[in-house]
């Protein structure tokens, strides 16, 4: 790497500080709006490898806060859309996007081999998975989150560190916690909560050690706390216990939150020949579908659905998600 591009941050961190970025591995699960925060300052900081992980596409609601994308990126899959505008900002970070759903099923196999793992998620289920792949690597993460005008981060790595079921066993019951739709969540939020993330992030995959509290920041109230994580450990990272990994289930349907519709996902995930199904589609509804190279797209009746290759589903209007799965299963078969 050109020692221009980061001059400046190598007066910092020091020529050897500075150069360690370019051997790390990094992912970044989650391309909303923390982690287009959090994947552009890891990759014009020059980290050698960075995975972007993503199973949306970019909507209009999004641009309010999600840094990475445009009205021309409405549509596309968050992951490749990211990743483009991710190169032309450092063409000499190697740049890997999955369009996928991380699930207990797939989670091994796309979270391996990386120097740290940084949470950009709107959802438990996947920073429980995110932890236990931890639990099982001894790979470092980083807990991102942030609503209306407040978030949270922490370092975690066990067993150095509490995991994140040291704080919370189990992840909280739907509807137990504020989300984007319910809260609402503002811009600068994001952008603060990301940075600070970015850097402990950098803070790690230089050799220095991260802050060990959890910080927690009000910005619209003017508060910030830093909590002692837990004293003692909990026996899933002492014993080594990944549940979440283990855990098997085929297909769920469930309403999507803040709008109408359902979300369609299957475990483990699939691999469909989406080429065949726009043929047995079209031929179902009677209207064109559009296949692009990783999904497809198109209207049954008043409800608009994409089908992903990995086997999701998304569907945008009145149908339910009981009516969802049986859907499903007469299109795709299972």
Same mark, same amino acid.
């Given at each position: 790497?050109?020692?221009?591009?980061?001059a400046k941050q190598?007066?910092?961190?020091?020529r050897?500080? +500075?150069?360690?970025?370019? #051997?790390?591995?990094?992912?970044v699960v989650g391309?909303?709006?923390?982690g287009?925060?959090?994947?552009?300052w890891?990759?014009? !900081?020059?980290v050698?490898h960075?995975t /972007?992980?993503?199973?949306?596409?970019?909507?209009?609601s999004?641009?309010?806060r999600?840094l990475?994308y +445009?009205?021309d990126?409405l549509g $596309?899959?968050? $992951?490749e859309a990211a990743a483009a505008?991710?190169?032309?900002a450092?063409? @000499?970070? @190697?740049?890997?996007?999955?369009? $996928?759903d991380l699930t %207990?099923?797939n $989670?091994?196999?796309?979270l391996? +081999?990386?120097?740290?793992?940084?949470?950009?998620t709107d959802?438990?289920?996947?920073?429980f998975?995110?932890?236990d792949?931890?639990?099982?690597?001894?790979?470092?993460?980083? =807990?991102?989150? !942030? &609503?209306g005008?407040?978030?949270?981060?922490?370092?975690?790595?066990?067993?150095?560190?509490?995991?994140l079921?040291c704080?919370?066993?189990?992840p909280?019951? #739907?509807g137990d916690?504020?989300t984007c739709?319910?809260a609402g969540?503002?811009g600068?939020?994001?952008g603060a909560?990301? %940075?600070w993330a970015?850097?402990?992030?950098?803070?790690?995959?230089t050799g220095k050690e991260?802050?060990?509290?959890?910080?927690?920041?009000?910005?619209? @109230?003017?508060?910030r706390?830093?909590?002692?994580?837990p004293?003692?450990?909990?026996?899933f990272c002492?014993?080594? &216990?990944?549940?979440?990994? +283990?855990a098997?289930w085929?297909l769920?349907?469930?309403p999507?939150?803040?709008l109408?519709?359902v *979300?369609i996902?299957v475990?483990?995930?699939?691999?469909?020949d989406?080429? /065949? /199904? *726009?043929g047995r589609?079209q031929?179902r509804t009677? %209207?064109?579908?559009?296949?692009?190279?990783?999904?497809l797209?198109g209207?049954?009746g008043?409800?608009r659905?994409? /089908?992903?290759s990995?086997?999701r589903?998304?569907?945008?209007?009145?149908?339910?998600?009981e009516r969802?799965?049986g859907w =499903? !299963?007469?299109v795709?078969?299972c």
């Amino acid at each position: 790497m050109d020692p221009a591009r980061t001059a400046k941050q190598r007066i910092f961190l020091g020529r050897e500080g +500075d150069e360690a970025l370019r #051997s790390k591995r990094v992912c970044v699960v989650g391309l909303g709006a923390t982690g287009s925060v959090i994947a552009p300052w890891l990759v014009r !900081a020059g980290v050698g490898h960075v995975t /972007l992980i993503d199973r949306d596409l970019v909507e209009l609601s999004n641009l309010q806060r999600q840094l990475l994308y +445009d009205e021309d990126c409405l549509g $596309a899959p968050k $992951a490749e859309a990211a990743a483009a505008r991710l190169a032309r900002a450092n063409p @000499e970070v @190697e740049l890997r996007a999955v369009v $996928a759903d991380l699930t %207990s099923g797939n $989670a091994r196999e796309l979270l391996s +081999d990386f120097d740290l793992i940084c949470d950009g998620t709107d959802n438990f289920e996947v920073r429980f998975l995110i932890n236990d792949m931890a639990i099982l690597t001894g790979t470092p993460w980083i =807990y991102a989150g !942030a &609503i209306g005008g407040e978030g949270l981060v922490w370092p975690i790595h066990p067993p150095r560190t509490p995991c994140l079921r040291c704080l919370m066993e189990e992840p909280p019951a #739907s509807g137990d916690v504020d989300t984007c739709d319910t809260a609402g969540v503002l811009g600068p939020t994001v952008g603060a909560i990301g %940075s600070w993330a970015a850097m402990e992030a950098l803070k790690i995959l230089t050799g220095k050690e991260p802050h060990r509290e959890i910080a927690r920041f009000d910005f619209w @109230e003017n508060e910030r706390q830093f909590l002692q994580p837990p004293a003692t450990r909990c026996r899933f990272c002492t014993e080594r &216990i990944t549940e979440f990994l +283990d855990a098997r289930w085929t297909l769920k349907a469930s309403p999507l939150c803040g709008l109408e519709g359902v *979300q369609i996902r299957v475990n483990p995930p699939g691999a469909l020949d989406l080429a /065949l /199904l *726009q043929g047995r589609l079209q031929a179902r509804t009677g %209207s064109p579908w559009q296949l692009a190279p990783m999904l497809l797209r198109g209207e049954d009746g008043p409800n608009r659905i994409t /089908l992903f290759s990995d086997g999701r589903a998304l569907v945008h209007g009145p149908m339910t998600p009981e009516r969802a799965r049986g859907w =499903y !299963a007469e299109v795709v078969g299972c």
